[in-house]
Nanobody, 121 residues
Framework: EVQLVESGGGLVQPGGSLRLSCAAS????????MSWVRQAPGKGLEWVSAIRWNGGSTYYAEPMKGRFTISRDNAKNTLYLQMNSLKSEDTAVYYCAKDFSPWVGLGMDYWGEGTLVTVSS
């Protein structure tokens, strides 16, 4: 079955950096776009970023532009999210998600269980 396992979350100071990873299995990884979605404490889900099947195109929500970088290593079936210049408002559970198609925009059909990122001094 499809399995998505996030890792790399933890406590980081404001202005710091963190890299999240998502290990994918149970499907042909390079046939699908992938996304990151987050949920801050007491808030709803917020789309963060997405990447085309081959990494050729990337997309970001406005608050993340210039600070976050999504990437993937198809040989390793792994998705990444490099987060720089972190702010307290970035505190959230970050979820890795499989998109419906090789291209973003059609939605997501599988989710990981998430990894918690806490940005605090």
């Amino acid at each position: 079955e499809v399995q998505l396992v996030e890792s790399g979350g933890g406590l980081v100071q404001p202005g710091g950096s963190l890299r999240l990873s998502c290990a994918a299995s149970g499907f042909t990884f390079d046939d699908y776009a992938m996304s990151w979605v987050r949920q801050a404490p007491g808030k709803g889900l917020e789309w963060v970023s997405a990447i085309r099947w081959n990494g050729g195109s990337t997309y970001y929500a406005e608050p993340m532009k210039g600070r976050f970088t999504i990437s993937r290593d198809n040989a390793k079936n792994t998705l990444y999210l490099q987060m720089n210049s972190l702010k307290s408002e970035d505190t959230a559970v970050y979820y890795c998600a499989k998109d419906f198609s090789p291209w973003v925009g059609l939605g997501m059909d599988y989710w990981g269980e998430g990894t918690l990122v806490t940005v605090s001094s």
